[in-house]
């Protein structure tokens, strides 16, 4: 047997072995080098490469590349129309271009930027569901023959054999990520409890906007679960069936804050290696919910007036203008129409996010759900460890009831959890509970004290409501009574609330 048949034979026999790699795709970047590469080495082509589209920016990528000249060439991006492949991504139909200096179409900008001479193209379309997503091509062959038709019908079957490896990769991450959102929906048990009359206005003004594009204020303290609120409305509305994405505004600086919204391009700056799909193109038809939007800076409040007011963003670093469908629900627990009035948050971006307003109350204002939501943590608490029979005894519900749970609904929960793993097995009582959960938060003012002592009592627990409601976080304790940080650790120590 002479080589060229040893050589078909082996690139047939590599044939067969990625088209049983195509139907489960184990690692679709190494799949798509094997298909390129095995293209390459069939056809004897000089160099080949498979670019994607970009359905956002409608510009191609180049996703893998072989030849000497294969990791130039990935820092450029094509137009759609621009170029042999450009035109074929536009056209979706094969090229076979003999002598690219006699062709209008050829881009030759990129071969002179990398020094590669290019004589002859093939290149065609790949599609998925009758859709253009890239395109394949080869350049020249290696033993300076010519391209031949055969050559371009070859190429055809590695473009559709990419394009149904990127069509099951696809499908798969798909169905990946709704496991992920399920596991997730599960874990955080997205369940609003209660029925008091606070709560059921708030669930029925949330079922009456979820169906509009509105964007949605939703103001509150910390832990009362304006995020279950969020979930609740993008649940009930006509964009269920798409994803809900969250983002603390508190929990990154600016720089990182625009990131994580916008995404970068590959470039943008020192260790962008790659490209970065932000949130708001990832919530694209879905719905976005930021949370702690009062944090916001300036800079970052006029970049989100933009996408709002305009439907379009711009990666960091990137100059193409994408599109968006995205609904947005913002939520903050500070009082947002101070922060207005006092110029720290946009008025024009508070218009725009309040269109409709829905306050989540606090849980001392609707202490009749106080009985429904401990049972509630306390069955989840039971599953988790075991503990079927458990209840919680008449004093120990007497004692939450009374307490005003500074830290509300996810005070609570932690308080259950502690005080199953805390307590008999049997029924939950006072001493079970965290001290603070198990007394009033104050026991107001009496006879006998002087005033220095009556002052003293109220700082000390004024004090110490404030770092429980902050979760022990002294500067945001501070920023919130409107003191030094330093000032407050000195009256930290001086009442003996280091524990606490």
């Not at 798509?32 to 590469?37: G, K, M, N, V, Y």
């Not at 970065?276 to 919530?283: S, W």
């Not at 193409?320 to 948050?345: H, L, M, Q, W």
Request: glycine fraction near 8%; proline fraction near 3%.
């Amino acid at each position: 047997m002479d080589k060229k048949a040893k050589d078909a034979g082996i690139s047939i026999d590599r044939l067969k072995e990625i088209s049983t790699w195509v139907s489960s795709v184990q690692d679709l970047d190494q799949l798509l080098e094997l298909i390129i590469e095995t293209a390459t080495r069939m056809m004897d082509a000089k160099a080949s490469s498979l670019l994607l589209l970009d359905p956002k920016t409608q510009r191609l990528y180049f996703k893998v590349a072989t030849g000497e000249k294969k990791d130039d060439v990935k820092q450029f991006e094509i137009e759609m129309g621009q170029g042999i492949a450009g035109y074929v991504a536009q056209t979706g139909e094969p090229l076979l271009i003999p002598n690219v200096s006699e062709d209008p179409r050829w881009y030759k900008e990129i071969s002179e930027s990398i020094g590669f001479e290019t004589r002859s193209i093939a290149c065609v379309p790949m599609k998925l569901r009758g859709e253009i997503i890239g395109v394949v091509e080869i350049i020249d062959k290696a033993d300076g023959s010519a391209i031949t038709g055969e050559d371009l019908k070859r190429l055809s079957v590695f473009a559709e054999l990419a394009a149904v490896g990127i069509g099951n990769a696809r499908k798969i991450e798909h169905d990946k990520k709704e496991i992920r959102d399920l596991k997730e929906e599960l874990d955080l048990k997205y369940e609003l409890i209660g029925e008091s009359p606070a709560l059921r206005k708030v669930i029925s003004d949330a079922v009456k906007v979820a169906n509009s594009k509105a964007s949605t204020l939703i103001l509150g303290e910390s832990g009362t679960g304006k995020e279950l609120l969020a979930r609740l409305i993008h649940r009930a509305g006509a964009r269920k069936d798409e994803s809900m994405i969250v983002l603390n505004c508190a929990a990154l600086p600016e720089t990182l804050l625009e990131d994580e919204l916008f995404g970068h391009e590959k470039g943008a700056y020192t260790g962008a290696t790659g490209r970065k799909i932000g949130k708001f193109e990832l919530a694209d038809k879905g719905t976005i919910f930021l949370d702690e939007i009062g944090e916001m800076s300036p800079g970052m409040q006029s970049k989100l007036l933009r996408i709002l007011q305009e439907g379009v963003f711009y990666r960091v670093g990137g100059n193409k203008s994408i599109p968006v469908d995205v609904r947005v629900i913002a939520a903050t627990n500070r009082n947002i129409a101070e922060e207005v009035a006092e110029g720290r948050f946009r008025e024009d971006l508070y218009y725009r996010l309040n269109v409709v307003q829905i306050h989540m109350p606090p849980i001392r204002e609707r202490k009749g759900d106080i009985p429904l939501l401990a049972d509630y943590f306390l069955d989840i608490f039971k599953r988790d460890r075991g503990v079927s029979n458990m209840t919680i005894s008449k004093k120990a519900m007497n004692a939450m009831i009374q307490y005003d749970w500074p830290g509300n609904v996810r005070e609570m929960k932690n308080a259950i959890e502690r005080a199953v793993v805390m307590g008999n097995g049997g029924a939950v009582m006072p001493e079970d509970l965290p001290q603070f959960a198990a007394k009033p938060s104050y026991p107001g003012m009496k006879v006998g004290l002087t005033l220095k002592e009556a002052t003293d009592m109220f700082k000390k627990e004024f004090i110490a409501l404030n770092l429980r409601h902050t979760g022990g976080n002294r500067s945001v304790a501070a920023k919130t009574m409107d003191i030094q940080r330093t000032y407050l650790s000195r009256l930290i120590s001086r009442y003996d609330l280091l524990e606490k």
